[in-house]
């Protein structure tokens, strides 16, 4: 049986992840979050005392680590050596050093087939960064979601404060989002770019809804064929 395959591309903040979650919910997809597997691993190497691009001590790590993706109610989560470890990638910590460690390109290497994999057993729309580019080319749709850093700023602090944080500097968290964007931009491997037959959707005065729906229509239209 042939699986419908969607890919989302784009920046920290424009929105991936609240509006594919969403999308895969409506259309019954398993939503396959790659940042998180970048998030796991380098979750791994902090634990280790590893900080900095270090090829050869990111592949012995590597060798010595069970990961796994397992979808529980189509819920992803993400095992290293057994411990489910899907919350605690969500630090501002784990956020600055997976840039970082996603240049290398032993952790690109690891990564990939289990991503494909996934794609194989399932309906599924996979976020990231290289999905159309990299992972999945011949994916059925391929979406490039984007919006002003300004804007994706502002979701960042919103988003701080809803989690309790106080007193976040906008300015701050606007020169962090650019510098994620400098790195992921720039990188010899997989840097993020938007295929030629990808579907722009700049989200900057968008709402949420409106996104979903937009690329409800986009996947609908799709799976019709
Ligand atoms: O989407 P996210 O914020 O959880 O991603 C965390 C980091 O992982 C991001 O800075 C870039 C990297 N990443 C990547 O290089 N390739 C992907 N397919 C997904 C994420």
């Known amino acids: 049986m042939k699986y419908m395959s969607v890919a989302v591309d784009g920046p920290a903040g424009s929105g991936k992840s609240t509006i594919t979650k969403m999308v895969a919910e409506k259309l019954g997809y398993n939503y396959v979050d790659t940042g998180a597997m970048y998030r796991a691993l380098t979750f791994n190497f902090l634990k280790n005392g590893l900080n900095e691009l270090n090829e050869e001590k990111i592949k012995f790590l590597l060798s010595n680590l069970k990961f796994n993706v397992k979808f529980i109610d189509r819920k992803q989560h993400v095992y290293i050596n057994e411990e489910d470890v899907s919350e605690k990638i969500r630090t501002a910590e784990v956020s600055k050093f ?27 729309i996979m976020d990231g960064r290289d999905i159309a580019s990299v992972v999945l080319p011949n994916a059925d749709v391929k979406i490039f979601l984007t919006a002003s850093v300004e804007e994706r700023a502002r979701r960042r602090v919103l988003d701080f404060e809803n989690q309790g944080l106080t007193n976040v500097d906008y300015e701050k968290v606007k020169e962090e989002i650019k510098a994620r964007d400098y790195q992921d931009e720039n990188r010899d491997i997989a840097p993020l770019i938007k295929v030629e037959s990808a579907i722009l959707i700049d989200t900057t005065s968008l709402t949420i809804d409106q996104v979903v729906d937009e690329m409800i229509k986009l996947i609908k239209c799709k799976e019709n064929f």
Do not use: Y
């Not at 997976?98 to 599924?124: G, M, Y």
């Open 98 to 124: 997976t840039s970082l460690f996603a240049k290398s390109p032993a952790v690109r290497e690891f990564l990939i087939d289990t991503q494909r994999n996934l794609a194989e057993s399932n309906n599924i």
